[in-house]
């Protein structure tokens, strides 16, 4: 190996240490778009609605044990296909190779009658098959469940609110809880365009879609707040840009990693977990875009009480530094 390709690895030596690429210049394209994307993920989501599965549509859930040997997973899901009783979950609990089965009761059919008629036929298809747990749970329970889990999601939001408005200001706050609602709204619009199955477990990874895009834009504003103070007299729209720049290393790295981890997690981590996968992928790469497209310019056209933050520099000669030019 040649000595300038020792020099070269790692190979992320090779990416600039330092950008300066104009995101404002596109904040109103990037903006129409956004518009756009949510007035049609809405319009998906009323017209056309979300798949719902068995959490939030009722159904039965049976506990199987074939001991002293592992349930076959492959046949428990092929008999129950063939038996057409809607959304389908089968799972392994633990490591003692029993499993959990979760099935919707066909539309119009009693919930009892079809619980008994799906155990009659897993236990001819699977020998010494045991039925250690079975409970149904009906539309009513259902409906709470997916109230509740659109609360928890608007109360996650909330509390973000109020920790920005803390932490910063309140044109802060209201440009972090904008990018959150768009990156919520654009993940329903996923799940409902494509019509994959949405149960607690996507609420599960839109909350953490909510923790990490406010991760993200956290770190933004920590950096924007530093640079407002140390460049006063600079316009906002040009140090807006420079904390962006300044950050987007970290920002690309950290959410190319999770990619990486969550894409092997999509394809090897079975149907159980795709639509989670799924979920998390779209929303760490929209998460993202909104805390350069959403985000930050909210501010710039809010704009920040700067006068403070020279205050706040107090025995510091007027005037500042000026920041250092986008390359054109």
């Not at 690895?9 to 949510?38: C, D, E, H, Y």
């Not at 006063?232 to 904390?243: F, H, N, Y």
């Amino acid at each position: 190996m040649s000595s300038t390709s020792i020099r070269a690895w790692p190979l992320i030596r090779l990416l600039p240490a330092k950008t300066s690429f104009r995101f404002v210049g596109f904040a109103r394209i990037a903006g129409i778009l956004s518009i756009l994307a949510v007035i049609g993920s809405l319009t998906l989501c009323f017209t056309e609605g979300l798949k719902l599965g068995i959490d939030f549509k009722g159904g039965s859930s049976m506990e199987l044990s074939a001991a002293p040997a592992a349930v076959n997973l492959g046949v428990v899901r092929a008999t129950l296909n063939n038996l057409h009783v809607g959304d389908v979950q089968v799972q392994a609990i633990g490591t003692s190779g029993d499993a959990l089965v979760r099935f919707q009761t066909p539309k119009g059919a009693d919930a009892s009658d079809t619980a008994s008629h799906v155990k009659t036929a897993l236990a001819a298809a699977i020998p010494n098959l045991k039925f250690t747990q079975s409970q149904v749970v009906g539309p009513k329970v259902s409906g709470e469940l997916f109230r509740n889990g659109v609360l928890a999601l608007a109360i996650a939001i909330g509390l973000m609110l109020i920790y920005i408005w803390f932490r910063f200001e309140l044109q802060f706050g209201l440009g972090a809880v904008a990018a959150l609602f768009h990156d919520v709204i654009l993940t329903f619009g996923l799940f409902a365009l494509f019509r994959l199955e949405f149960t607690l477990t996507i609420i599960a990874a839109i909350l953490t879609i909510i923790g990490y895009s406010m991760n993200d834009t956290v770190v933004v504003f920590d950096r924007l707040r530093e640079n407002l103070r140390k460049y006063r007299r600079t316009p906002l729209r040009e140090v807006i840009e420079l904390s962006i720049n300044e950050t987007l290393s970290r920002t690309v790295i950290t959410g190319l990693t999770a990619v990486l981890a969550l894409g092997g997690l999509a394809i090897f981590g079975g149907e159980a977990l795709r639509n989670f996968s799924i979920a998390l992928i779209f929303g760490i790469v929209i998460g993202t875009y909104s805390s350069i497209y959403v985000a930050s310019p909210i501010i710039l056209l809010w704009g920040v009480k700067r006068g403070e933050d020279e205050a706040k520099a107090g025995g510091a000669a007027k005037g500042g530094k000026t920041a250092p030019a986008s390359r054109p």
